[in-house]
């Protein structure tokens, strides 16, 4: 992956640009079709994902949760609390994905204190709409 990509994400965009070269050697990136289940509620939660084009919507149980887009990421619940995902998460368009590992997220997370402060106000954010379900 080219680390200019890295760069446009709001979750990586503070990091110096050496750490998005490293952080580019550890990222997949997959293309995922309209309706496809991306997160499965109950799965083991192995990755985060960040999305870089396209949309997906947030869904527990058969309640709609959210929309989420470019920029956004989703399944960073599983992984930093070592938990099954809470939720489905289910492609609305064409979406393009970038895939970081929970090994990777939690070196990056070692690395960047501030990244790992984001992704856990993003936890606390979403944890208030996944309440009533929990």
Same mark, same amino acid.
């Given at each position: 992956?080219?680390?200019? %990509?890295?760069?446009?994400?709001?979750?990586?965009? %503070?990091?110096?640009? /050496?750490?998005? %070269?490293?952080?580019?050697?550890?990222?997949?990136?997959?293309?995922?079709?309209?309706?496809?289940?991306?997160?499965? /509620?109950?799965?083991?939660?192995?990755?985060?994902?960040?999305?870089?084009?396209?949309?997906? %919507?947030?869904?527990?149980?058969?309640?709609?949760?959210?929309?989420?887009?470019?920029?956004?990421?989703?399944?960073?619940?599983?992984?930093?609390?070592?938990?099954?995902?809470?939720?489905?998460?289910?492609?609305?368009?064409?979406?393009?994905?970038?895939?970081?590992?929970?090994?990777?997220?939690?070196?990056?997370?070692?690395?960047?204190?501030?990244?790992?402060?984001?992704?856990?106000?993003?936890?606390?954010?979403?944890?208030?709409?996944?309440?009533?379900?929990?």
């Amino acid at each position: 992956m080219d680390e200019a %990509k890295l760069r446009d994400i709001p979750l990586f965009a %503070k990091l110096s640009r /050496k750490q998005r %070269k490293m952080l580019a050697l550890r990222v997949d990136e997959v293309e995922v079709s309209p309706g496809r289940l991306v997160c499965r /509620k109950g799965d083991s939660a192995n990755e985060l994902y960040v999305i870089e084009q396209g949309t997906a %919507k947030v869904v527990r149980d058969d309640q709609y949760l959210d929309e989420l887009g470019p920029g956004d990421f989703f399944g960073e619940m599983g992984v930093v609390e070592d938990a099954p995902r809470n939720a489905n998460v289910i492609a609305t368009t064409p979406m393009t994905l970038m895939i970081l590992s929970a090994p990777a997220l939690r070196q990056l997370e070692r690395e960047q204190p501030q990244l790992a402060a984001r992704i856990n106000r993003t936890i606390e954010q979403r944890r208030h709409w996944l309440e009533p379900a929990l």
